[in-house]
C-alpha cells in the first residue's frame, strides 16, 4: 500500500467517497471531529488557495488517502497487505496504516507538521524545482556548485532539488548546462526537505512525544533510510518504549532529509513485492513505479471510479 504525498491535492478530492460510501462520510465526520474545523469542505469546495496551504493540504491528503485505504479494505476484505511506504506526508499515513498510531493521533499529529512547516516556509525563501533528464551524481554536482540540496530521489531521470529560491534559479541554469533535457521551478511555499525547515523539527518531534507509537504489524519503509522502520531491532519488537523513539527519530529527520523514493521501491521490490495499490489524490507514485520497474503491477484509488476498476481488476 503506497500513500500520496503533498503536491497530490486537488479540489473535490474525497467527494465522491463521502457521497457514495456511508462509512467515507463518516471517517470525514471523524477527521473534523478530531480537528475541530470543516476539513472535509476544504477538500470538497476548496477554495484552491486554502486547500493549498501546508497546514490544510498535508491532513486533507492523509484523509483522503486514508479513506481510500478503508475503502479498498471494505471491498475486499480478504485482500491482504504486507507492507506499506508513503512520500513525505504519506510515511505518516503508511504508519497509521499498518497501525503504528491511531488515525486520529495521525491526523492531529500531520495538521501541525503542516503547520510547522508553513513557518518555517515563512520565516525563509526557500523554492524547489524538478530536474528532469539529468543522472544523480551529475544533480549532485549541480546542487553543491549552487549551494542547495537534493530533496527527491523519486525515480530514473526525475529528481527533485531545494533550497534558498535565488539558489535554486542558478541550480537551473547550470543543470541545463549539463544535460538536463528540463529543470522546472515547482509552485510550492518553500524548501521542503532541505535544512531551510530545520525549524520545524523540534516542535514536531514534541507533538509525536505526545502522542502513542507501536510497532507496525507489516513493514513501514523510510522515507529517510529507504528500508523499514525498526529494522535494526528485534521484529518481534512490540514495546511502545522501544518503538516510539525509533520512529519519532526518523519522521523527525525526515523534514530536512531527502526522500528517498526510488530505492524504498527497490526495497520492496528485492524483497518480492510485485502488486501495489496508490492510496490518495494523483498518481505520481504510479508514474515513477513505472519508471522503475515496468513490470510491478500498480494500482491506484483516488476517487470512487478507480476504486470501482482497482476492485475489478484485482476480483478478476
Not at 521551478?185 to 524548501?191: I, K, T
Not at 505526545?210 to 519503509?221: D, F, R
Request: some cysteine; proline content about 5%; glycine content about 8%.
Amino acid at each position: 500500500m503506497l500513500f500520496a504525498g503533498q503536491g497530490a491535492q486537488v479540489v473535490g478530492m474525497g467527494k465522491d467517497f463521502a457521497e457514495q460510501f456511508p462509512p467515507a462520510r463518516a471517517w470525514f465526520d471523524r477527521a473534523n471531529a478530531a480537528l475541530g474545523s470543516d476539513l472535509a469542505a476544504v477538500c470538497f469546495n476548496g477554495p484552491e488557495p486554502e486547500l493549498t496551504k501546508t497546514e490544510n493540504a498535508q491532513p486533507g491528503i492523509f484523509v483522503v488517502s486514508w479513506v481510500a485505504f478503508q475503502m479498498v479494505r471494505e471491498r475486499m476484505p480478504a485482500l491482504k497487505f504486507e507492507a506499506t511506504a508513503g512520500l513525505s506526508l504519506g510515511e505518516f499515513t503508511a504508519l497509521t496504516a499498518a497501525g503504528a498510531m491511531s488515525f486520529e493521533d495521525g491526523l492531529r499529529v500531520v495538521r501541525r507538521r503542516g503547520q510547522f512547516m508553513q513557518e518555517a516556509c515563512d520565516a525563509t525563501k526557500g523554492g524547489m524545482a524538478a530536474v528532469i533528464g539529468l543522472d544523480e551524481a551529475a544533480t549532485r554536482e549541480v546542487c553543491a556548485q549552487a549551494g542547495v540540496v537534493l530533496a527527491n530521489l523519486n525515480c530514473p531521470g526525475q529528481l527533485v532539488i531545494s533550497g534558498e529560491a535565488d539558489r535554486i534559479a542558478r541550480a537551473c541554469e547550470l543543470a541545463k548546462t549539463r544535460g538536463a533535457k528540463r529543470a522546472i521551478a515547482l509552485p510550492v511555499a518553500g524548501a521542503y526537505h532541505s535544512p531551510l525547515m530545520a525549524s520545524a523539527q523540534a516542535k514536531l518531534k514534541s507533538e509525536l512525544e505526545k502522542i502513542e507509537i507501536s510497532a507496525p504489524v507489516v513493514p513501514v519503509i523510510s522515507n529517510v533510510t529507504a528500508q523499514p522502520h525498526l529494522v535494526e531491532q528485534a521484529s518481534s519488537l512490540s514495546d511502545r518504549q522501544d518503538a516510539c523513539p525509533t520512529i519519532i527519530a526518523r519522521l523527525v529527520e525526515q523534514v530536512t532529509a531527502p526522500v528517498r523514493w526510488e530505492e524504498s521501491m527497490r526495497t520492496l521490490l528485492a524483497r518480492g513485492f510485485t502488486r501495489f495499490i496508490e492510496l490518495g489524490p494523483g498518481a505520481a507514485l504510479s508514474g515513477f513505479l513505472k519508471r522503475i520497474d515496468k513490470t510491478a503491477q500498480m494500482f491506484n484509488v483516488a476517487d470512487a471510479a478507480s476504486l470501482e476498476a482497482t476492485v475489478k481488476s484485482i476480483a478478476g
